[in-house]
């Protein structure tokens, strides 16, 4: 085909998958709560962290925040099935949750959309992941006695598509993105330019922003 053919190529979502607040752990779950007009804020997150250690009326005094309630998962972040994914206990020790979540949103995007591991397997597809927080890895800093032996590759931003892609034996481009707030909108855009250029047949576009520390909360506190 022509470039030009290549541009007017019609792009099409075939699968997605979703982790969000409260019930919503999937696409139709999301709509579900939406369409009931409820909501998965929360102010009960005892089961995290001491919320009352950290609260105070003044959003910028220092090391608190003025947030009386979270949207948390259901899910819980430290909890991954690491031999499904062919990664060793220590290793998934290393991994920032947001990469364990994204493994698992994927292999259901691919599930939706009907695509076997095997019909992937060594395919051109291409990986855009976006992610802009990266406090685990400042929780793992913390006492350089107990960090684990793969924080780089665990904590590493750029392994979020990587890992992706290699357990998934993607041959496509495999890139993650930072551009803050607009971070998927881009990873898409990317996509489909890559998709229209005809450089892969197909791509996962993926995003995560799980917000661990109470620390990084009192931050944007403070910005009101």
Avoid at 99 to 116: C, N, P
Avoid at 117 to 128: D, P, Y
Wanted: glycine share 8%.
């Amino acid at each position: 085909m022509s470039s030009n053919q290549f541009k007017n190529e019609p792009v099409a979502i075939v699968g997605i998958a979703c982790r969000f607040s409260g019930s919503a752990t999937s696409p139709e779950s999301l709509w579900e709560m939406l369409s009931k007009g409820s909501t998965g804020w929360t102010k009960t997150a005892s089961h995290r962290f001491n919320l009352n250690a950290f609260l105070h009326p003044k959003g910028d005094n220092k090391g608190t925040f003025n947030a009386k309630g979270f949207h948390l998962l259901k899910q819980d972040p430290a909890v991954f099935d690491n031999d499904f994914f062919g990664i060793s206990g220590l290793e998934a020790k290393a991994m920032d949750p947001q990469q364990r979540i994204l493994l698992e949103v994927a292999y259901e995007a691919f599930e939706s959309a009907g695509h076997s591991m095997e019909q992937l397997k060594g395919s051109q597809t291409g990986v855009w992941c976006s992610v802009s927080n990266a406090d685990y890895e400042s929780i793992l800093a913390r006492d350089p006695d107990a960090s684990p032996g793969y924080r780089m590759t665990g904590a590493g931003n750029a392994i979020l598509s990587n890992r992706i892609s290699y357990f998934f034996d993607l041959r496509g481009p495999s890139m993650t993105v930072d551009t803050f707030c607009s971070s998927t909108l881009v990873g898409l855009d990317a996509a489909v330019k890559s998709i229209r250029a005809g450089v892969v047949k197909q791509a996962l576009v993926g995003g995560s922003n799980l917000c661990l520390d109470p620390e990084r909360t009192a931050v944007l506190s403070s910005m009101s």
